[in-house]
């Protein structure tokens, strides 16, 4: 080596590439001449990457599948059914709503839910097979930490969104019940009955209005808060780890949670066994630095250590 110069035969750098969690130096191509390659090797900090291991990965994606496929077929089903709701009514203007109208109302928004969901399920799938390439954890020196949140929980948590936006779209459905209930009510045999039926119904109609309302807007801040959710799912989080920058080890997942950013949760039975002890000597050895923020991090790295040791010696 001369001036940071080393001369590595072609098949030496082909054959050596960087391992899982190891720590790797970028290098700074300068000129060939077969069967050498001359580098010149740059100092930096010290960088480590943690890559997805393949059966995580697999099993995400097929549970990512199954999710997409699932709101699919939903959406299909209810564009159908409300394409065969349409044309077996009359479509005549009346001062009451029809259950016609609201039936199909509630099969176009189950059908817009939940092509919804299909498109957070790809939004995630997409960041899922970018983190698989690329890496969903990256710590440079002790003072930076790159993260994407790539857990099973994902799919869960878009589920859960989509059944609680259906939830209230039920009820804002029940509360155009007594409106409903008007054209019932004007074809009763007695007109003494007529009036008495169609003032309780309009009098419930206020109030069931005013419920669809309040649903309704819940289901609208809902549909523009998932704009920001589709954005920030598996992103990439870059946390300094300096300043009120706290680490936790709960339930053997590491949970970052910085003012000026979103919390990340990265399970780490995303990575392999020797990642996960790696990456758990790295925050022990910078220890001293994290107790600032959380003075039982040490602790909390222990047992997952401790737990890392049983999974290995497991039969399974």
Same mark, same amino acid.
């Given at each position: 080596m001369?001036n940071?110069?080393? $001369?590595f035969?072609?098949s030496?750098?082909?054959?050596?590439e960087c391992?899982?969690?190891r720590r790797?130096?970028?290098c700074i191509?300068?000129e060939?001449s077969?069967?050498?390659?001359?580098i010149?090797?740059?100092?930096v900090?010290?960088?480590?990457l943690?890559?997805?291991?393949?059966?995580?990965?697999m099993?995400?994606g097929?549970?990512?599948?199954?999710?997409?496929?699932?709101f699919?077929?939903?959406a299909?089903?209810f564009a159908?059914l409300s394409?065969?709701i349409l044309?077996?009514?009359s479509h005549?203007?009346?001062?009451y709503?029809?259950w016609q109208?609201?039936?199909?109302?509630l099969?176009?928004?189950i @059908?817009?839910i939940s092509l919804g969901g299909?498109v957070?399920?790809?939004?995630f799938?997409l960041?899922? $097979?970018?983190?698989?390439?690329q890496?969903?954890? @990256?710590?440079v020196g002790s003072?930076?930490?790159?993260v994407r949140d790539?857990?099973?929980e994902?799919?869960v948590?878009?589920f859960?969104?989509a059944?609680?936006?259906l939830?209230?779209?039920?009820v804002?459905f029940?509360g155009l019940?007594?409106?409903?209930?008007?054209?019932?009510?004007?074809?009763l045999? $007695?007109?003494?009955?007529?009036?008495?039926? @169609?003032?309780?119904?309009?009098?419930l109609s206020?109030?069931g209005?005013?419920i669809t309302?309040?649903a @309704?807007s819940i289901?609208?801040?809902?549909?523009?808060?998932?704009?920001s959710?589709?954005?920030?799912i598996?992103?990439l989080?870059t946390?300094?780890l300096?300043g009120?920058?706290?680490?936790t080890?709960?339930d053997?997942?590491l949970?970052?949670i910085?003012?000026d950013k979103?919390e990340?949760?990265?399970s780490l039975?995303l990575?392999?066994?020797?990642?996960?002890r790696?990456?758990? $000597?790295l925050?022990?050895r910078?220890?001293?630095?994290q107790?600032i923020?959380?003075p039982?991090l040490g602790e909390?790295?222990?047992?997952a250590?401790e737990?890392?040791?049983?999974l290995?010696?497991?039969?399974?």
């Amino acid at each position: 080596m001369l001036n940071g110069e080393q $001369h590595f035969p072609l098949s030496f750098l082909l054959d050596n590439e960087c391992e899982r969690g190891r720590r790797f130096l970028p290098c700074i191509h300068v000129e060939t001449s077969a069967p050498y390659i001359r580098i010149v090797i740059q100092p930096v900090i010290d960088t480590y990457l943690f890559r997805l291991k393949h059966a995580s990965y697999m099993r995400t994606g097929v549970l990512g599948w199954l999710l997409f496929n699932g709101f699919l077929v939903c959406a299909f089903v209810f564009a159908l059914l409300s394409a065969w709701i349409l044309p077996a009514y009359s479509h005549s203007f009346t001062p009451y709503l029809k259950w016609q109208d609201a039936l199909v109302a509630l099969c176009w928004c189950i @059908t817009f839910i939940s092509l919804g969901g299909c498109v957070l399920v790809a939004r995630f799938l997409l960041a899922l $097979h970018i983190g698989y390439r690329q890496g969903i954890l @990256t710590l440079v020196g002790s003072t930076t930490l790159s993260v994407r949140d790539l857990s099973p929980e994902n799919l869960v948590n878009i589920f859960r969104i989509a059944c609680t936006t259906l939830a209230c779209l039920i009820v804002a459905f029940i509360g155009l019940v007594p409106t409903m209930l008007i054209g019932w009510t004007l074809h009763l045999p $007695h007109p003494g009955l007529v009036i008495l039926g @169609t003032a309780a119904a309009i009098v419930l109609s206020i109030v069931g209005l005013a419920i669809t309302l309040a649903a @309704t807007s819940i289901c609208v801040i809902g549909c523009i808060g998932c704009i920001s959710f589709c954005r920030a799912i598996g992103s990439l989080q870059t946390y300094q780890l300096v300043g009120q920058t706290t680490l936790t080890i709960d339930d053997f997942e590491l949970i970052i949670i910085s003012p000026d950013k979103p919390e990340s949760m990265i399970s780490l039975n995303l990575f392999e066994s020797d990642d996960q002890r790696h990456l758990l $000597h790295l925050c022990k050895r910078w220890i001293d630095t994290q107790e600032i923020w959380n003075p039982s991090l040490g602790e909390e790295i222990e047992i997952a250590l401790e737990k890392t040791k049983k999974l290995l010696t497991s039969p399974s």
